[in-house]
């Protein structure tokens, strides 16, 4: 839920903007693809060389960046990593765009994930020039928007809450701003109308507070867990899109302001990395994966924006095949196509046919995208390598190229790209965060207005309502206030609705007749809807309601509906005559799954549950609990029990041998204490039919506590996983 707004509104900072020439927007660089979403700055006066050692370079500072910083409001803002062994932290920091003087910067625990840390900081920030927020999703799902004094305005966990997976491969979703909303994939497992196997959904949020506005699910069967493909939004034939590549392989429109899908093109069996770009009416789009009607590896493909429903077969204009663009993103300009393949080579293909012009290498990893500014194309390579081009009609250039390295001589990773800006250009890289520039031109700041995104149709007729908020979690007795928007068959907005309302699996809860839930107080944990109609149209909203603790679960009545993720393989069965959870193994992808059963503002409990894992051959499941981002982990194979926050980089690590029984129930039971600056975690097992011990199996701390974090269960099972008598309780 977005937390600190729910109760108390934090004061909105109000932006004027300046009235500039066009040519101003692209002053500011608030976006990781730029002001017109295609890698192009109408900048000019940018250097053609820099130096590390102070060439052109106007500010540095230390920093260890994945990404492609924002750069507006006057401040350069960057997601990154900090820290090591137990200190390990994802940060987020802002500095004066001017002289680098840094502004303010928040540091974060990671918990929950199977991302190692040098993949920490993938996602881009993004800023919204209005109101000078700043927007950051972390490599755990932890959603911030941050003020322009660094004040957290409002937060969501979406891993806990939305039903996130974070995958192994640490690419991360970009949040993209439209109109009033930021919008962001989410790929996972939910509850309720979007309970089932993982999608990859679109979820927009009101900028401001964070309230969900819509929820959209336009394909089926992801292929990859982690995909970075950022959506682009523009307006085609009056209607104002948002168009992305999917998890499932397919390139999706959808209508920006309710999520309605609008075409599909399906490109690739996996999952697409490459975010759109759109001249026009034409989409280009690009991927490195196996075709879905050739054995060939790669396209880049042109597509004729204007369609409905599914459109592969009858809307392609164009395709160069076997030209593996996996990871970066085209830059378009002046009727070219300038892509970079996962072997870094650069190439310009003629964005009317898709002919190649020209190619040159400019390093061996390709996974940042160029940028066209001032003539010249800035470009960036994984292994340290930051060439300056003059892109030519047989050819490009090279008119400088630095090699960034760390302290201890290797090469600096560089997944980011240029950030042109304010006469200057911006890069973090694993050496630095960097100012490029004359230091002798003048810095002026001066943000203009978002470009339009084109005509839109008069506003027609309502054809769609939307409830919001759409997804609302409250503890047993709280209210919350609903209200009903209107849409045409275009998207248009036609303002809000009176509308008859109703609900729907909320026992001891009502609705008044103008939107106001009030929460039942005695009923166990639950999830049900809120109705609203009128006109003949109908929308709902999703409501999870908690008591308080302690909490009980047996599985009588099957998988609570309101727990969040776990994957398709975690159902209630019946064994011998009892109800109890089961985990088997995945049909496809991994085993290990996590289920989340409370909010994600959690602290102070314990969670305690039976399980059991069956055997089979040499293979051992894992099976454990969760308790505010710590996870009490019986392993299988290692016959051991370990506490944890974060399997793949174990930055806390406690272990403890202990033998244990395939096929027989055991009781596992983890307590977390905040005590000031530390977290004390202790966890027990015991077979369930022997006596609780008196002491604690297991026992650590951490001096950079998880504060706060929903109970859930975990396990990793290449066999049957059973689960039991389920308990959250307050720690006395």
């Known amino acids: 839920m977005p937390n600190s707004l729910r109760k108390y509104l934090a004061p909105l900072v109000v932006c004027v903007s300046i009235l500039v020439p066009a040519a101003a927007a692209g002053q ?180 401001r507070t964070g309230e969900v506005m819509w929820i959209s699910t336009p394909g089926g069967n992801v292929a990859d867990m982690n995909t970075q493909s950022v959506p682009i939004i523009t307006v085609i034939n009056g209607r104002r899109l948002l168009i992305d590549g999917n998890a499932d392989g397919h390139i999706y429109a959808l209508l920006a302001r309710t999520g309605e899908k609008v075409w599909d093109f399906h490109l690739s069996q996996r999952g697409i990395n490459v975010s759109p770009v759109i001249e026009g009416t034409t989409v280009y789009a690009a991927h490195s994966e196996e075709n879905v009607d050739s054995g060939y590896m790669g396209r880049v493909v042109a597509i004729d924006a204007t369609g409905s429903g ?76 930051v060439t300056i081009l003059q892109p030519g009609a047989d050819g490009a250039t090279v008119l400088d190229h630095e090699e960034l390295h760390v302290e201890d001589g290797r090469y600096a990773e560089i ?26 031109a003048p810095f002026e700041a001066n943000d203009a207005p978002a470009p339009a995104r084109g005509v839109e149709t008069a506003p027609g007729e309502a054809a769609s309502l939307q409830v919001v908020p759409a997804e609302v979690i409250l503890s047993a007795g709280e209210s919350a206030s609903f209200r009903v928007l209107a849409f045409d068959a275009n998207g248009r907005a036609l303002g809000e609705r009176s509308a008859q309302w109703s609900i729907e699996g909320l026992p001891g809860s009502s609705v008044s007749a103008d939107g106001m839930l009030q929460s039942g107080s005695g009923a166990p944990n639950h999830g049900g809807k809120v109705m609203a109609s ?52 995945s049909r496809t ?34 099976l454990g609990v969760i308790n505010s981002g710590y996870t009490l982990d019986l392993q299988g194979n290692a016959q051991r029990i370990q506490l944890q926050s974060w399997a793949a980089e174990l930055r806390i690590d406690e272990r403890v041998p202990f033998e244990w029984q395939p096929d027989v129930w055991y009781t596992l039971k983890l307590r977390v204490d905040i005590e000031g600056d530390r977290a004390l975690i202790r966890g027990k097992v015991w077979p369930r039919d022997d006596s609780e011990p008196a002491d604690w199996t ?15 269960l975990v396990a990793y099972s290449p066999n049957d996983i059973f689960y039991d008598n389920v308990t959250v309780m307050e720690n006395q």
């Open 534 to 585: 009128a006109g003949g149209l109908s929308a709902i909203a999703q409501v999870r309601v908690f008591a308080p603790l302690p909490w009980s679960e047996n599985f009588e009545n099957g998988r609570p509906p309101f727990w969040i993720g776990g994957g398709g393989s975690l159902r209630a069965v019946d064994e011998g005559g009892q109800q109890m959870l089961r985990k088997g193994p």
């Open 28 to 207: 500011q660089w608030a976006s990781w693809r730029g002001p017109d979403q295609n890698g192009v700055s109408d900048l000019s006066g940018l250097v053609s060389e820099w130096s590390r050692t102070g060439d052109n370079l106007i500010w540095s500072d230390n920093w260890i960046g994945r990404s492609t910083p924002a750069v507006f409001d006057g401040r350069a803002c960057a997601n990154g990593r900090s820290g090591d062994g137990v200190s390990k932290q994802e940060v987020v920091a802002c500095w004066n765009a001017e002289d680098g003087t840094k502004l303010w910067e928040h540091k974060y625990n990671i918990a929950n994930t199977t991302v190692p840390f040098n993949r920490v900081g993938w996602g881009n920030v993004t800023g919204d020039p209005e109101t000078g927020y700043l927007y950051a999703m972390n490599i755990d799902g932890h959603l911030n928007v941050f003020d322009r004094d660094g004040g957290t305005v409002w937060s969501w966990r979406l891993a806990e809450e939305l039903g996130r997976a974070s995958g192994y491969g640490g690419r991360t979703s970009t949040p993209v701003i439209d109109e009033d909303r930021v919008i962001l994939s989410v790929i996972g497992g939910m509850w309720g109308e979007y309970a089932g196997p993982p999608r990859h959904r679109y979820v927009a949020f009101d900028k």
């Open 310 to 385: 599914d459109v592969t077969a009858t809307h392609e204009l164009w395709r160069a095949d076997e030209v593996a663009v996996g990871f970066s993103t085209p830059a378009y300009h002046d009727g070219r196509l300038y892509i970079i393949d996962n072997s870094a080579n650069l190439s310009a293909l003629d964005a009317g046919s898709g002919a190649e012009l020209w190619t040159t290498s400019v390093g061996n990893v390709g996974k940042s995208s160029p940028v066209w500014a001032d003539g010249k194309l800035y470009v960036t390579e994984v292994n340290g390598n």
């Open 698 to 712: 297991i026992t650590t701390e951490d001096p950079l506590p998880v504060r706060q974090g929903s109970p859930g």
């Open 589 to 622: 992808g991994i085993h290990r799954h996590a289920l989340y059963m409370g909010p994600a503002d959690m602290s102070g409990y314990t969670v305690q549950a039976d399980a059991m894992a069956t055997v089979k051959g040499r293979r051992r499941a894992d």
């Open 415 to 440: 997944y980011g790209s240029f950030a042109p800006a304010y006469g200057r250009l911006y890069l973090t890289s694993e050496s630095g965060i960097y100012c490029i520039g004359n230091p002798d």
